[in-house]
């Protein structure tokens, strides 16, 4: 990136100043380069003379002006200008923008891949509903920023695992095969009383009855006991089949689907409890287990296995992270959870550690909640769970692009309004379409070319000198920064907001710039300037999971 090698320039400058006397000799900072907001003042920006200043018992000026003195002459640059307070303001030069044309093209869908992972092993866990009912509109947004995340580090150069737990054990199937049980047995006719805590959506009796329809009364025939798990298993299956349709449907697929049972069945958890046990980080109390989370700078203990001798959901997540840092050892954790969970980041951070994994490796996003509208109509309740708004109606209302978008368009910890009717107008109002439109006209744009027998791949790109051009060229250098940027902060928002500055200016390139004319070598070049916007808006939209339409 070519802020990186700004960085380094002015780096190797201060030093220089330092060696000629210029500067005292003391430790530097990260130079470090930002894009100024106001681009009267350069297209990159060092605040390292300010940062400097105390220290040094220099004025920022007079260190800015120092460093300048030792910074060679670049091809990249323009010129290097000083600016109050202590600013080294950077302009590119023309002629190296022209030459990132091809630079751009060379690279196709790989632009913009960076090595800041340098291949480690990360692990994205997201959605993670209970197989208990459909997903709601909340799940959706856990899963666009998951996946959206995940290829967002992979683009960073980070060997990425994507996952599904699966919550198929523990008090809420037990909730659950009471729920179904019941159902099903009003389904067939009968009189079955509904459990309190039971799962009361619509969804339940539509489910009971198709299991009603299509496989009789089977389910009654062994003891009520056994037939219920049975029932239970079915049910789960079949929610979870859904699930899969439904993330599917929004563009999401994992590497695995990990099942909480599996803890159990292969030892996981008995081994997590051995290693809690041995460590002395569990207490018997009131004929319960507990986590001593006091020892490890917690506020309160926490409950582990309950008096029934069923473990919470939090005893199962401790084995599920030790399975995570200790046995797969991944080197890198991040959980994508509702807000509701809260209060549950700092403990599992806290039994991470004591079961020999790295809480500081273990990062936690918290999405908040979803407000669906039409207009200025809050919708409420969805028409097929009754009492969520499901993703798949949505899903069916707008489609996948606009759903992906908008979620990825506002960071995690921001609540959000979704308008479905926003999401359907074909108008510049709605931003997936504004995006998508631009990357239709830069294929039109070629259609036409092909069409007159244009070659773009002939176009010389040192013909691009209209400030529209360069600043469309300047714009499109900045997605390696911006995929470096939503990788550090784990924030894939900045993808979405990227995608529409360059279509903006894409649209002013071609309002300012005829692109075909009688002028062949200009129109050739400009239609390389498209065909090279063309590739890197598709692989923005590929990189949100947004399709890129030819055509609208």
């Not at 005292?24 to 470090?32: K, N, W």
């Not at 292969?266 to 009131?286: C, F, H, N, W």
């Not at 499901?390 to 959000?416: K, N």
């Not at 710039?513 to 239609?527: F, M, N, T, Y």
Request: with cysteine; hydrophobic share 45%; charged share 20%.
């Amino acid at each position: 990136m070519i802020k990186d090698h700004l960085a380094q320039l002015v780096a190797a400058a201060a030093q220089q100043a330092q060696q000629a006397g210029a500067l005292p000799a003391l430790a530097l900072p990260p130079s470090t380069i930002e894009r100024p907001q106001n681009p009267a003042h350069g297209d990159y920006a060092s605040a390292l003379p300010m940062k400097l200043a105390r220290a040094a018992r220099m004025a920022p000026i007079a260190i800015a002006q120092a460093i300048q003195a030792q910074l060679p002459a670049d091809a990249a640059l323009a010129k290097v200008e000083v600016a109050p307070p202590g600013f080294l303001n950077f302009t590119l030069d023309a002629a190296w923008l022209q030459q990132q044309v091809a630079g751009i093209q060379a690279e196709g869908q790989r632009f913009g891949a960076i090595d800041l992972g340098h291949g480690e092993r990360v692990q994205v866990e997201y959605v993670s509903a209970n197989p208990t009912g459909p997903l709601h509109i909340g799940n959706g947004r856990g899963g666009v920023m998951g996946s959206g995340l995940a290829s967002v580090l992979a683009a960073a150069g980070y060997d990425v695992w994507q996952e599904y737990y699966i919550n198929d054990t523990g008090a809420q199937m037990e909730v659950f095969k009471r729920s179904i049980w019941a159902r099903y047995i009003q389904a067939l006719g009968q009189d079955a009383p509904f459990p309190d805590d039971g799962y009361g959506g619509a969804y339940m009796v539509d489910l009971a009855r198709d299991i009603a329809v299509h496989e009789g009364d089977r389910f009654t025939k062994e003891p009520v006991a056994d037939s219920q798990v049975a029932l239970a298993e079915f049910g789960m299956k079949t929610l979870l089949a859904n699930i899969k349709t439904d993330l599917a449907a929004l563009g999401v697929q994992y590497d695995q689907w990990y099942s909480e049972r599996s803890l159990f069945a292969d030892g996981t958890y008995e081994q997590a409890m051995k290693l809690l046990r041995d460590g002395g980080y569990v207490a018997e109390r009131e004929g319960a287990l507990w986590f001593t989370s006091t020892a490890a700078g917690e506020d309160k203990d926490n409950v582990l296995v309950r008096t029934t001798g069923i473990p919470t959901y939090f005893a199962s997540d401790a084995a599920y992270h030790y399975n995570k840092f200790v046995v797969r050892k991944f080197d890198r954790v991040i959980n994508i959870w509702g807000a509701d969970h809260q209060g549950h980041v700092s403990r599992v951070k806290a039994i991470t550690g004591a079961l020999g994994g790295d809480p500081a490796k273990l990062d936690v996003l918290l999405t908040q909640l979803v407000t669906l509208r039409r207009g200025a109509e809050v919708v409420r309740l969805s028409k097929r769970a009754g009492d969520i708004i499901a993703l798949r109606d949505v899903l069916e209302e707008v489609g996948q692009d606009a759903v992906r978008f908008f979620f990825l368009a506002r960071s995690a910890d921001s609540q959000m309004d979704f308008d479905l009717e926003l999401a359907k107008k074909q108008s510049n109002e709605n931003p997936v379409y504004y995006v998508q439109y631009a990357h239709a006209r830069t294929a039109g744009v070629l259609r036409q070319a092909a069409e007159r027998g244009l070659d773009w791949q002939q176009g010389d790109a040192a013909l691009l000198t209209d400030e529209a051009e360069l600043t469309l060229i300047r714009k499109m250098l900045q997605l390696p920064e911006v995929i470096e940027t939503a990788a550090l902060n784990l924030e894939p928002h900045h993808l979405p907001h990227f995608a529409q500055e360059l279509a903006t200016t894409l649209h002013a390139f071609y309002e300012r710039c005829r692109v075909i004319s009688d002028d062949v070598p200009l129109s050739q070049a400009r239609l390389k300037l498209v065909a090279t916007t063309q590739q890197v808006l598709a692989r923005t939209l590929t990189l949100m999971g947004v399709g890129a339409p030819d055509r609208m």
